[in-house]
């Protein structure tokens, strides 16, 4: 099988994380794959060290003709059987390449947002898409509330994977050395982008209440965004400046979350939590906002807290129930390890969309030989889109 993954992110993130591993999964059982991406991207400069097979694009408007024709060339010269997208932009362009080449097009739903109810995702999602992929039932709950023009049967769930081997090896001590954190301190870790999404005005309003309640609580933030002027504001104004330390953006991940005593994640809502399935591998409790997709991957009070976001007094007393515990926090971290194991494998979700992919670029037949399409209706879009160009 022929497969063309399109993505048009600058920045690196989870999605990101979740490509690069599907893409060296699939070329490990024999498929060919191309990814398309924007030149000099993070996710373009780690694939060429992969030694994958990767397209820089520009991605233009929504329907720059010139992408969407040079996405068409690309998807008949490599004979791709079918193409994955991921976001709104992507679903547009690619879809359009994909009707003029006469390939079906699957969009993977990374974020649990509605879905806004306009003519062109009604056209892309309810008549281009042969097959939507949720990451979480969040997800594709939040997909059915708000576009119920949808139907269930084309959404379909596949959590996200990992190989839990990267976060099993004993930490080293080396992040306790860096940030000058001693063994009788807790060490708190927080791991995404620092902007709204991920609740950190509500982390650090939490951190000021926990730091008076317990002086040896650290708190190091590993990743970078827009907030990070804002976060250095709040820590000289609040006095956490020996308190909380910005790590920056990591690639030491696994041995970042080995060297942490928990994870917090007060995320005001998540596309799937990488995060909490990473720390969980490494046998850390996590705590953790009640949105999205974290209540499908934590267990409250068994492999974590789960507490209502935007709520810094209730992240607090969470936090300070782990930090008084080590005993709850060290069987929790058990608990946690053995349910990625059981629900968050590498081997599964592969396998998911690689059925997915599969049955998408190769219709079953009806009795006489006749191919039922996975989305009917796209042969009559591909005609018009073959008449507008």
Sequence with gaps: ?????????????GGEVSLTQIVESLRARGHNVTVACRPDSPLHRRMQGAA????PVRFGGDFDPFTILRLARLIVGRKIDVVCVHTEKELR????????????????????????????NRLFYGKVAAVIIANSYATKNTLLISAPWLTAERIHVVWKGIDPRRFRLPP???????????????LIGFVGRLDEQKGLLTLLEAMALLVGRHRNAKLVLAGDGNLRASVQEFLRRKNLDRHVYLAGFREDIPEFLRGIDFLVMPSNWEGFGYAAVEAMAAGKAVVASHVSSLPEIIDDRRTGLLVPPRSPEKLADAMVSLVDNPQLRSSMGKAGARKVENFFSLPA??????SLLLEAAHPPRAAG?????AHSSATGWRLLFHWLL
């Design 172 to 186: 080293s001590g080396s992040l306790r050395e860096e940030f000058h954190i001693g063994e009788e301190d807790s």
């Design 93 to 120: 362009v690619g879809g359009c390449a994909s009707l003029l080449a006469a390939v079906p097009v699957i969009v993977s739903r990374e974020v649990d947002f509605p879905l806004k109810d306009s003519f062109l």
């Design 52 to 55: 994958a097979d990767v397209v």
């Design 349 to 354: 979700m592969v396998a998911n969309v690689e």
């Design 1 to 13: 099988m022929n497969v063309l993954f399109l993505n048009s992110c600058r920045t690196w993130g």
């Design 369 to 373: 030989g006749r191919v039922i399409p």
